[in-house]
């Protein structure tokens, strides 16, 4: 089961690293659920953008790309104070429109 406040990447195929925002429901066996911890779904949801291509470049296995989670563990979010983190995510939501 997933809900909206988690995200969601897909964790094999050629498609692999792909993130996006969760919706209530159920996952398939090739998606990875992340629940937040600490941090705030949207931060940690652009952060996960950010470094979506480096994911998706240093994939495991030889067949059907994976995520390599030696990769995905060794990522570093840099966590401001709740309020910094909902500030960057409205300000980058203000870029984007």
Do not use: C
């Not at 600490?38 to 790309?65: A, C, H, M, R, W």
């Amino acid at each position: 089961m997933i809900d909206r406040r988690s995200l969601a990447m897909v964790w094999d195929g050629a498609r692999s690293g792909l993130v996006f925002k969760g919706q209530d429901g159920s996952l398939g066996s090739t998606i990875m659920k992340i629940t937040p911890f600490l941090v705030e779904s949207d931060y940690l949801y652009y952060f996960l953008l950010l470094k979506q291509d480096f994911i998706q470049k240093n994939t495991k296995g030889t067949g059907i790309p994976h995520v390599n989670p030696e990769i995905l563990g060794k990522l570093r979010v840099p966590l401001a104070l709740l309020k910094e983190q909902i500030d960057i995510v409205e300000k980058i939501e203000e870029l984007f429109s």
